[in-house]
């Protein structure tokens, strides 16, 4: 806390790399937002909608045939995404923006729309490997401390509508190269030294630096609905391009329609969109972060 009854986000996501806001969506909003996310995942599970995380693929790009079960369900916000109104007024809403702009120290006018996916309950057991989103697991601790110390001019979040702990990550690990117990560790080892296993309620709100070094453990027999989203900061250029544009958002981007939306989200709405086309403009070819 920062002495006030207002928590200091960026502190807390500074220092640790997470930061969690407890009950952050009202009943209402977790009850109207699992009516949208369970229609985008029965369609998606059914092979009505391409854009999904398949199993057992960790990284993008993913197919699209979803027979063999799926983790998430990419695009919310895409035209053709049955709720993608409701989708678009959590993503652009006060709820998450609020606490967003705190977090990248900016205004209405910086942040530029990024990604909006579900991540959902994999139809058997799988589990990512430790990884952190955008810097390979062959880089060196120098290669490492490069991009660490750069500001990571994102923010990125989990919104949870039902329990959920799949999230397990190393608290301060977004600030320094892998100890060599991390490097030399198995990709899948249960137990890291000072990991701390993410534990949301429904309507808990996190947000973490995607340099975290982090893991998911997924369980066919736990219902998980979790919006997974990011925002950048304008200041982000072609780092930050390459982490929405490889999900390829670009195709559909500007067919987006926010006319659902009340007159000041729609208007913060438009001009995220607006900065996000103008950021792909200048970065083609952005390639993938990270591979399978
Ligand atoms: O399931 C989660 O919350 C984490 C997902 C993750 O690590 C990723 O998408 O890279």
């Not at 995380?53 to 960790?58: H, I």
Request: proline share 7%.
């Amino acid at each position: 806390m920062n002495g006030t009854a207002t928590p200091d986000l960026q502190g807390e996501l500074s220092t640790n790399g997470f930061v969690r806001i407890p009950s952050a969506l009202s009943s209402d909003q977790i009850e109207s937002l699992r009516d949208a996310c369970s229609t985008a995942t029965s369609r998606a599970r059914a092979g009505n909608w391409p854009h999904i995380r398949t199993l057992p693929k960790q990284f993008p790009p993913w197919p699209s045939d979803a027979n063999g079960g799926i983790w998430g369900v990419q695009h919310l916000l895409h035209p053709d995404q049955p709720g993608n109104d409701v989708f678009a007024s959590s993503y652009f809403g006060d709820t998450v923006m609020g606490p967003a702009k705190r977090i990248l120290g900016c205004d209405d006018e910086d942040m530029v729309m990024e990604l909006y996916n579900l991540l959902v309950r994999p139809e058997r057991d799988f589990e990512l490997r430790w990884h952190r989103d955008d810097i390979p697991a062959s880089a060196s601790p120098e290669e490492e401390m490069k991009r660490l110390s750069k500001p990571a001019w994102h923010a990125q979040w989990n919104l949870a509508l039902f329990e959920d702990s799949s999230l397990v990550v190393v608290p301060g690990s977004h600030k320094r190269p892998r100890a060599e117990v991390e490097r030399s560790a198995d990709p899948y080892e249960a137990e890291l030294p000072g990991m701390l296993i993410v534990e949301m309620k429904p309507g808990d709100l996190v947000f973490y630096d995607n340099n975290i070094l982090h893991r998911g453990v997924y369980r066919a027999d736990v219902e998980r609905m979790t919006l997974h989203g990011s925002v950048g900061h304008v200041r982000g250029g072609n780092l930050r391009a390459r982490n929405v544009l490889q999900h390829a958002v670009g195709e559909w981007v500007d067919q987006c329609d926010f006319g659902k939306l009340d007159e000041r989200t729609k208007q913060r709405a438009e001009g995220m969109r607006k900065r996000l086309v103008e950021l792909g403009s200048w970065n083609k070819d952005v390639g993938y972060s990270l591979e399978d």
